[in-house]
């Protein structure tokens, strides 16, 4: 499998534009804010939004200033949702570093993550990209209600697939849409094209969610997440709803017993782990992780073939294939 360094060589001159802009957004009078946003800025992830960003509009056609704006405003307001995360979640690590929520504490991250979120409104705004701003605003809103719906469906125990499906197209798929819909519509796409490009990201971010959610019962050293971290947090994701949903009753009042009796101590969390194995529910998210992979390349496909193109296939193989 390509490295994303590969991925991104029909884009590589504009990522290293594009970080130099996302640097340049981020800078403050206020020193307490750059010191942090430097720190960021050291721990950057992949990138892979705004990589969909680029891929799609050059797929297209020309990169513009409008494609920039829209990958700053999409990492502005990524970033901005993982630091509440981090307190929301009462998390000390990120990638394997410390969180800003370690560091500074929640009042201090809280700021943090609104700064950026108002930095990513103010450049969509400054450079009238309002349809952008639309685009990306609508995501950001839906991964509100996703996070939502999920804490209150888990604290009654009972998602079923199709809430299960609804959190993960709100809180995870519907941003990588908005990438895939703002690197179209940067390039003055059709509302149709803009319209199908979003369809392709809502799969593409479907299938990446499922993978997170294998992780989860992956042997404890091979990501940075602990195994059996969303066990642990009591959260239901596509193996386990499979698992409960494909066992006798009695089986299935007894897993419910573990979450409902108190902390996720690590002989509980293996013996769900075991369950979900053995009840079929890795298979079966794999096998739907691969349906939302395929969907996503159809439409690909239904676009002219050139360097990007194939970028963006290699790109969609990345999400699901990935190691960690």
Known sequence: MLTLADIRKPVGSEIKEFQKLFKKAVTSDVSLLNIISAYLLRKKGKQVRPLFVFLTARMLGNITKSTYTAASL?????????????VVDESYERRGFFSINALWKSKISVLMGDYFLARGLLLSVNNKDYELLDIVSNAVKEMSEGELLQIQKSRSLNIDMDTYYEVIRKKTATLIGSCTASGAKSTGAPRETIDQLYEMGLNVGMAFQIKDDLFDYQPRGVIGKPTGNDIREKKFTLPLIYALNHCPKKERRRVLRLF???????RRINEIISFVKETGGLDYAEEKMMEYKQKAEDILHQFEDNASRQALQDLIDFTVLRKK
């Open 74 to 86: 999409i990492e502005l307001l990524h970033t901005a949702t993982l630091i509440h995360d981090d």
């Open 260 to 266: 409902r009796n108190g902390k996720m101590h690590y």
